[in-house]
């Protein structure tokens, strides 16, 4: 394989990286891990943004856009607080996605978002996973609610949304993305709703 420079790790910079990787939370469930993304994580993960399995997103991506779309899911943990974790399999440690919260530049508010690897699909993770990205927004962070922007044409992610009890929000899609895009909205039960203006909102000016 072609050595490829931004995938080495800096070792003098790895004092650092362990210190920001110890305070991102770590999830676990019956089965999965939710744990602070790493470089060696996307050899994993690069195909879904270099296939067809970006194709509801924009892709396939060549490499430079792959990595910043990467780049930019989990720079959230730094720049406020909030990102994406790798999920990795309990039994052998193998990345099975990028599950998380994240908001782009065109999205109305803060999005449970979910990427899984092709070899994961099929055994029920992906509703593992983001179920407890969900109960950490909600139970830990204390928000009201989520969106996930979905491709209209994205039957397993609309499947997926609809299994963790969101509800089609059609008034939550940007203008720009009415024609290919919808929004499923995920709405914390009452007793959770105790920090209202935790998520930025907005007028309907994605994934």
Request: hydrophobic fraction near 45%; avoid cysteine.
């Amino acid at each position: 394989m072609t050595r490829r420079p931004f995938l080495m790790p800096l070792p003098q910079g790895e004092a650092l990286r362990q210190a920001l990787v110890a305070v991102i939370p770590r999830l676990e469930t019956e089965r999965l891990i939710l744990r602070a993304p790493e470089l060696a994580d996307w050899e994993t993960l690069e195909p879904i943004w270099r296939t067809d399995r970006s194709a509801f997103i924009g892709g396939p991506f060549d490499e430079e856009e792959a990595w910043l779309d990467f780049a930019n899911a989990v720079s959230g943990w730094l720049l406020r607080g909030v990102g994406y974790w790798t999920v990795a399999r309990k039994s052998d440690g193998a990345v099975l996605g990028l599950f998380g919260l994240g908001i782009e530049t065109t999205d109305p508010e803060l999005e449970l978002g979910w990427l899984l690897v092709a070899e994961a699909e099929g055994a029920g993770y992906a509703l593992e996973a983001a179920a407890a990205v969900r109960a950490y927004a909600f139970d830990t962070l204390g928000l009201p609610s989520l969106i996930s922007m979905i491709h209209r044409k994205n039957t397993r992610s609309i499947a997926l949304a609809k299994r963790l009890g969101a509800v089609e929000d059609e008034g939550a899609v940007p203008a720009i993305y009415r024609d290919t895009d919808t929004a499923y909205r995920h709405t914390a039960p009452t007793s959770n709703r105790r920090n209202t203006d935790a998520i930025p909102t907005g007028q309907n000016d994605h994934d």
